[in-house]
């Protein structure tokens, strides 16, 4: 039984095939936290939850009941920690009732327990069949305010993963304001010897991974710009000092929305500490009227005592199976030439067709026309919004170009900002109220444009009949979604103004209405997110997009940061990553074409570069490049991945392999950063059955699984500065 109620002592008890996750209704009708960690079996837990010999200064609950012990929150570990009534701690739920003050204080009332998930409506989220995962759904009220609270957590069994998301409903006939609310709540007894990991960046270096201690006092990760950003993810993972890839306890959370959000971990005084994930309060402000509910995104809490590595990789799964939907969820996605770094804006029909024509002679699968090939868009200074063919720029119009990349055997896949309006566009100069503004003040512009206000209906309208007449005039099998500045003066024409503060969190709704429109009425599109490179790489975006643009550098070598960091929580099936031109546009890098293909390979593989250019012998080193990502894509996408040298270590070298469920396949990349005067590279493999024999096809070497796993490869050649290897061995017994 995943998820038990033991009505003695009024313990819940979450269980998956490895963790177990434990909390309590105490006498008074508080929930109380006892235990997050690795799987134990069946027994009383309720030792952990009164904090015996506190402060009298402690604030205690104001009515006594007899027989029950003098209850304090401020010592307790609360379960959903609430605002304003003695739990001192960052709080989750902080609700302005109609007295205009902010105390909230919630206790049970009943529970629910049954198979499967249910949805989130209007919201992204995993999903699960029946016999998949079990779901506990506790009712809790705020009495004083008439807040009816539902805590939901699913855990998924196999997988060793669990969500949790949280809704309040307004059962009184008086308004009500919620502050902050936020999707999950984590009290550990006991964190002193833990860091926190978190992925910071900005444009074109996203997602860097970065580890400390946690320190008493809070610590806090966080996106006020409308989006989860390129600045820092909504991922959070604290783990053991001592937890490397392979060893120690590991706890990952991730949120799954676009929007501002927060993730924070405070150490109180006694060593403990609250984890928090949600929706970021500032800028947020939601009136709810008497009746109506409001429901947060969904966090998914992962822990492993596998170590780093073994939390990625049930993210992965997770996100592979229960998250990304629809028929490229399992299906070979095509390999992708996109004609940006080739052209930028600088191109015609004949020049993108000259492009189509050399891929399609290499086994590259899709073409993708970038930005500029619709309205007055010569530069990034113009007609975003404007989603009408450029028929002077495409003669013959977009459907005589896609039918001749298909003449190829090629899709066709095109660019749209549609969040977006250029300041000089025909959008803008017919509806300057679409754009989000505030009264009065001039609006911000960055890359010349402005942000749409995805929160009104006639604005989603206008797109989804913009993309639909586009998709419907011409054979298009693939979007990319880019997203290219973030919000500024946030307010909206349509609504009043106590209703403001719920424009970012509309924003994002909106937003997901519209691409669960547009999906439904293309069930075969491929959406790829992208956001300036990867500045909204969120697990939202998989539900919708099984790929997302990873960054705008595309020089390999920054890139091994970037994947790495990105793995953390991200299946590498998710990671839009191109083989480009060199010296590199970013970075002014000269690295192997061979490194490039490597790296871009462990992502969803693509061209970015003018191929018509390649030399014969680049061109044949392309084509061998296809026929391997083909050969090795289940491989990649579906096995599980191993990260064995971090490029953040020593900086001289990384390596990383995919091992497939049934461990009869691994495939190794290895990457010179530095090469020095070293001529021996010894990497050490993982997740290999240490009782079998693997051959390296490359080499014709066999090895046991113990030998590759304990004393490593050892590569005999002096490698220079950002070469590369990859092997495959293959199991012999
Ligand atoms: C963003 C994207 C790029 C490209 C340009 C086009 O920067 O990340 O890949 O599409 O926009 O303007």
């Given at each position: 039984m995943a998820i038990q109620f033991i009505s003695a002592t009024k313990i819940f008890k979450l269980d998956t095939n490895k963790t177990s996750y434990i909390l309590q209704v105490n006498g008074y009708g508080y929930l109380l936290h006892h235990y997050y960690g690795a799987y134990i079996p069946d027994s009383e837990m309720d030792y952990l939850g009164y904090t015996v010999g506190h402060s009298s200064f402690s604030p205690g609950v104001p009515c006594w009941k007899n027989g029950e012990p003098y209850f304090s929150k401020d010592v307790s570990r609360m379960e959903y920690s609430c605002n304003g009534c003695g739990d001192f701690r960052g709080s989750a739920l902080s609700i302005i009732r109609s007295t205009g003050t902010a105390d909230t204080d919630i206790r049970y009332v009943s529970h629910k327990i049954y198979a499967g998930k249910p949805q989130i409506v209007g919201l992204p989220a995993t999903y699960a069949a029946a016999d998949e995962a079990t779901t506990l759904e506790i009712l809790c009220i705020d009495e004083a305010s008439g807040a009816e609270v539902t805590l939901y957590y699913t855990v998924f069994e196999a997988l060793g993963a669990m969500t949790r998301h949280v809704s309040v409903k307004n059962t009184s006939d008086k308004m009500m304001n919620i502050q902050r609310i936020f999707s999950t709540c984590v009290d550990f007894h006991d964190a002193r010897d833990m860091d926190l990991i978190h992925l910071y960046g900005s444009w074109a270096m996203e997602r860097k991974f970065e580890r400390i201690p946690l320190m008493h006092g809070t610590q806090v990760i966080s996106s006020k710009r409308g989006a989860s950003s390129a600045m820092h993810n909504p991922f959070i993972a604290v783990c053991s000092h001592d937890a490397t890839e392979e060893y120690g306890d590991a706890y990952g959370f991730n949120l799954v929305y676009s929007g501002n959000f927060v993730a924070s971990a405070e150490m109180d005084t006694d060593g403990g500490a609250r984890v928090l994930m949600g929706i970021n309060p500032e800028g947020f402000n939601w009136k709810l009227e008497a009746g109506e509910s409001f429901t947060t995104p969904e966090a998914v809490m992962v822990y492993s005592n596998e170590g780093i590595g073994g939390m990625s990789r049930i993210y992965h799964r997770l996100y592979r199976n229960n998250l990304c939907r629809g028929e490229w969820k399992n299906t070979r996605r095509p390999i992708l030439i996109n004609n940006w770094e080739a052209t930028y804006f600088n191109f015609d029909e004949e020049k993108l067709y000259d492009i189509a024509k050399t891929a399609s002679e290499l086994g590259i699968e899709m073409f993708v026309m970038d930005d500029g090939w619709f309205g007055d868009r010569n530069t990034d200074k113009s007609g975003l919004g404007d989603w009408f063919v450029n028929e002077s720029k495409l003669k013959g119009g977009l459907g005589k170009l896609v039918d001749r990349v298909n003449d190829l055997g090629m899709k066709f896949g095109i660019w749209f900002e549609p969040e977006m309006v250029s300041k000089d566009s025909n959008l803008f100069r017919a509806h300057p109220e679409w754009a989000l503004q505030t009264p009065n003040r001039p609006m911000s512009i960055a890359r010349a444009q402005y942000v749409l206000d995805m929160s009104r209906a006639d604005v989603r309208d206008y797109l989804f009949d913009c993309i639909s007449q586009v998709l419907d005039n011409a054979n298009i099998a693939y979007i990319k979604w880019d997203f290219n500045r973030n919000l500024t003066e946030v307010g909206s024409a349509l609504l009043d103004a106590d209703r403001q503060g719920e424009v970012f969190h509309r924003y994002v709704l909106g937003l997901y209405e519209l691409l669960e429109r547009i999906l439904n009425k293309y069930p075969h599109l491929i959406i790829e997110g992208c956001s300036s490179g990867g500045g909204r790489f969120d697990p939202a975006w998989l539900y919708y997009a099984p790929q997302s643009w990873t960054s705008d550098d595309t020089d390999a070598i920054e890139r091994l940061d970037i994947q790495y960091g990105t793995s953390m929580c991200y299946p590498v099936s998710s990671m839009g990553s191109h083989v480009s031109a060199c010296p590199n546009h970013q970075t002014n890098r000269t690295t192997p074409l061979t490194t490039r293909g490597h790296v871009a390979m462990s992502g969803t593989f693509g061209y970015e570069l003018d191929l018509t250019k390649l030399t014969d012998e680049e061109k044949e080193i392309v084509k061998g490049q296809c026929d391997e990502y083909?050969?090795?894509?289940?491989?990649?996408?579906?096995?599980?991945?191993?990260?064995?040298?971090?490029?953040?270590?020593?900086?001289?070298?990384?390596?990383?392999?995919?091992?497939s469920e049934d461990k009869n396949e691994v495939l190794l990349t290895y990457v010179v950063i530095r090469g020095g005067i070293y001529d021996r590279h010894y990497v050490r493999l993982n997740g290999l059955d240490e009782n079998r024999y693997y051959r390296n096809v490359q080499t014709g070497q066999v090895l046991s699984g113990k030998a590759l796993m304990n004393a490593?490869?050892?590569?005999?050649?002096?490698?220079?500065?950002?070469?590369?290897r990859m092997y495959h061995f293959i199991s012999v017994n």
């Open positions: 083909r050969k090795y894509y289940d491989l990649i996408n579906k096995g599980d991945l191993y990260r064995l040298i971090s490029p953040w270590k020593d900086r001289t070298r990384c390596a990383w392999s995919f091992v490593g490869i050892c590569i005999q050649e002096r490698l220079r500065d950002y070469e590369s």
